[in-house]
């Protein structure tokens, strides 16, 4: 492995986090205040959990049992009640309720329920966000996702997570991204059972790249496995990078850090050979055996400790070790 495999491997731990700096100062800029308390089709209040809000501009926020990431979220009190600081905007609105109350954000998980606030015709409703403003939008009636979506002009994606020897990865979720640089997916998978099995429902007529992983949100951390859809090859011997992997030609890995996002057309994938394959189908079309290869996210630490003793950075125990003697010290001239 070379520093420059290395300095990429830094920058893709890295670069989640300048980019959330990035999106979270925006949000602070443009910022207001939104109030409700979120009741069951019955009228109960929610007994605590995760608010999730979504841009409308995006579109659905969820396609069969494939939930869309949400774009923010809030705390929900054991009332239903919820006030949350949003960035400017337009928002359709999901509440989950949760079992641990410790956990943070992602798919609903075994035995939790997921509801999305429905107006008076039993659509979803519309919440406007404005810069400055506090708004309460009072009680609000959450309904079943099935209740709500229909699937149409929308493909399938089944497939496997599996690991280097073939076996199937459980505890893994598949992200969908429209945008290999975009640190937020655009869908997420359930997770997946024993036999590592996955399924995505995602519009048609839409390219997308596929990335696994154990995280819904956060950096991958060293010793947690990710993957990429087409690409067999872990990251330190030339796979494709799950984030920020497309840059402009002949650009050092840092410079992802320093420039603006370039054009698509102008834009080559790196690093190795191995490329992210991407995922686009036609209304009602299944595409099977998708299956993605899960690599351990490398410890640097332990990576800069392997390179001892290959690059010319050998310890002076290890030296002792192979029988290289010390430098003579050198000559000193008496003066005269």
Known sequence: MTKRVLLLLMVFLLLPLAAQAQESGKAVESAGLLSGQVVNDVGIPLPGGIVSFFFIEKGSPMVGKTHRLPDMVGRMGIDGRFTTKLAEGTYYIGALVITDPGRGPGPPRQGELFYFIKD????????????????????????????????????????????????????????????????????????????????????????????????????????????????????????????????????????????????????????????????????????????????KVPDPNAQREALQGTLGFETEEQKQEAGVPKPAAPKTEKMK
């Open 120 to 295: 008076a015709e039993g659509n979803l409703q519309e919440f406007t966000v404005t810069a400055n403003e506090a708004k309460d939008v009072g009680q609000l009636a959450g309904v079943m996702p099935k209740e709500l979506f229909v699937e149409k002009e929308m493909i399938t994606v089944e497939g496997r997570l599996l690991i280097e020897d073939g076996k199937p990865f459980a505890g893994g979720i598949v992200l969908a991204k429209s945008d290999m640089n975009s640190r937020r997916p655009d869908f997420v998978s359930e997770r997946t059972g024993a036999d590592g099995r996955y399924q995505l429902k995602l519009p048609a007529g839409v390219d997308y790249y596929l990335v696994s992983r154990e995280r819904v949100i956060g950096r991958p951390t060293p010793g947690t496995y990710v993957g990429v859809y087409g690409s067999n090859s872990s990251i330190i011997e030339g796979g494709a990078l799950p984030i920020g992997n497309v840059q402009p030609p002949s650009q050092p890995a840092g410079a992802m850090l320093r420039q603006k996002p370039q054009q698509k057309d102008k834009t080559e994938i790196r690093p190795g050979n191995q490329l992210p394959n991407v995922i686009k189908g036609t209304p009602g079309q299944t595409i099977s055996n998708a299956d993605i290869v899960m690599f």
